[in-house]
């Protein structure tokens, strides 16, 4: 499954009332880290049908992204039936990231 583009207007529905546990990577397009992270992101959305993950702009977004505290990107928060069970900041391998996501399931 592609990853979902995500907005302050459409997170409640998309993460905090998904069915699936969710993987929300906050980001900019300015930020070189970020960038770095987005193939494996869209790698990881490809290869997981049973968990959600999706982009949210921190700059076109900052409503969200302040209620989650994102002070640095990129930050990576998992939810799991609308509750944060885990959150990375910065630059993270794959197999890292996977073995996260397995454990949501």
């Not at 992204?65 to 391998?93: C, E, H, W």
């Amino acid at each position: 499954m592609a990853e979902v583009e995500l907005n302050d207007t459409n997170f409640e529905r998309e993460v905090l009332q998904s069915t699936q546990p969710v993987l929300v990577d906050f980001w900019a397009q300015w930020c070189a880290p970020c960038r770095m992270m987005s193939p494996i992101i869209s790698e990881l959305a490809n290869e997981n049908d049973k968990v959600k993950i999706g982009k949210l702009d921190v700059d076109n977004n900052p409503v969200t992204a302040s209620q989650y505290g994102v002070m640095s990107i990129p930050t990576l928060i998992f939810f799991k039936n609308g509750q944060v069970v885990d959150k990375l900041v910065g630059v993270r391998s794959k197999a890292e990231l996977q073995k996260r996501l397995d454990s949501l399931l």
